[in-house]
């Protein structure tokens, strides 16, 4: 039998590495019952290009390209991807502020780069 200090030890190691579990499962984009919102770029635009979201609801919103590497980047949403012409990438989002929210385009992708743009409306 184990000393009960040592077991002790034992109980705790377990609910740290259950608590660790818990925290990378909950980092993980569900692949549940979560909206998913899809956007396609292209040269030099968003498709769609404006995005309504609603106040603490998560969004997942999943990217293509059609041709080049773009990027993808709501600074004031704190979350940034690019955008791959082979492949989908998903950001998962949970706006926290009602407003309107720029993002933009931050891969530099060809001569009218600069004006690549999108809006997210977060509703109540
Ligand atoms: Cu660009």
Same mark, same amino acid.
Request: with cysteine; aromatic share 6%; glycine share 4%.
């Given at each position: 039998? !184990? ?49 309504? %979201? ?22 004031? %949403? ?5 955008? !791959? ?18 993002? !933009? ?5 060809? !001569? ?13």
């Amino acid at each position: 039998m !184990l000393p009960t200090k040592r077991k002790v030890q034992l109980i705790a190691a377990a609910a740290l590495a259950a608590m660790m579990i818990g925290a990378y499962v909950a980092a993980q984009p569900a692949a549940t019952d979560e909206p998913v919102i899809k956007i396609t770029a292209r040269k030099f635009e968003y498709i769609p290009h404006e995005v309504t %979201l609603r106040k603490d609801v998560a969004v997942i919103l999943e990217f293509r390209s059609e041709d080049v590497i773009m990027g993808f980047n709501a600074p004031d %949403l704190g979350v940034r991807t690019d955008i !791959l012409p082979d492949k989908t990438t998903r950001l998962r989002v949970v706006p926290t502020k009602v407003g309107k929210v720029e993002f !933009l385009c931050d891969v530099f992708c060809g !001569l009218l780069h600069e004006e690549m743009a999108g809006l997210i409306t977060v509703v109540d």
